[in-house]
């Protein structure tokens, strides 16, 4: 019980020196704009890393979600609804939920990694000592990067999902091409778009928020680093699935 009560009260400290973080960045960010060359810079890393990745996955979970659907509707004779099911489950749901892993699993990860490594050899210390704020030089232009690359990276992936799960329903399944397509029309909206787009920018947040606290925390040596990398794609992932549930009842409930 007293272990439960040390590790419960050891989670509120970690959760409150987030916040106390996430503080610190907006404050440097609203004090003086970034370097535009940085945030670009960083967008460019953000889409070359994560976008063939995103894409291919995205692909593969979109034709599962038809051969699931189809097969499911076909046994009350449902299954040219397909097209319904394949847009709304990945608009609203795999698509932001992938997009958010991903930018954990490749430029969340790299960026824990840098940025722990920086204040290994003490390069965050030197920052300080020429009076540059290591808030405002190294986590801003990633904020930034981020938040603005994930509606992108949202709506190219919603759009590979769907591609693949037509080919699958028209292509091996034969469901009509025409009812597949009036069904995505009748049924998704530009709403769902935009309510996609949200789960992004807010899972891209908490990513790059995680990821920076970890790396910027960092123990000393390559297990601090390790440490830290470890303990960003567990909590991301954590943050992403519980903050998704939330999010589709708020939206879509």
Not at 17 to 35: C, D, H, Y
Not at 189 to 200: F, Q
Not at 230 to 240: E, F, K, P
């Amino acid at each position: 019980m007293a272990s439960l009560l040390s590790r419960g009260v050891g989670v509120l400290a970690e959760v409150g020196a987030i916040v106390r973080f996430l503080g610190q960045v907006l404050k440097a960010g609203v004090r003086r704009a970034p370097s535009p060359s940085l945030v670009i810079e960083q967008m460019v890393k953000i889409g070359l890393e994560s976008f063939p990745v995103i894409m291919a996955i995205c692909a593969f979970v979109g034709s599962n979600i038809v051969l699931v659907g189809y097969y499911a509707f076909q046994r009350f004779g449902g299954q040219d609804m397909v097209g319904a099911y394949s847009g709304l489950m990945s608009l609203r749901e795999f698509a932001p939920i992938i997009v958010g892993a991903m930018m954990a699993a490749k430029p969340g990860t790299d960026m824990t990694a840098t940025i722990a490594t920086m204040r290994i050899r003490e390069q965050i210390d030197a920052l300080e000592v020429m009076s540059v704020n290591p808030f405002w030089f190294l986590m801003v232009p990633r904020f930034i990067a981020f938040i603005l690359v994930a509606p992108c990276l949202i709506a190219f992936a919603s759009i590979a999902a769907i591609a693949a799960g037509y080919g699958v329903a028209v292509f091996q399944l034969g469901v009509n091409s025409g009812t597949f397509v009036a069904d995505l029309t009748r049924y998704l909206t530009v709403t769902d778009l935009w309510c996609a787009m949200l789960k992004g920018v807010i899972f891209a947040t908490l990513t790059c928020l995680v990821a920076c606290y970890y790396g910027f925390t960092s123990a000393p040596g390559p297990q601090g680093v390790s440490r830290a990398i470890n303990r960003t794609v567990v909590v991301v992932a954590t943050l992403i699935v519980i903050v998704n549930y939330f999010l589709s009842e708020a939206l879509f409930g």
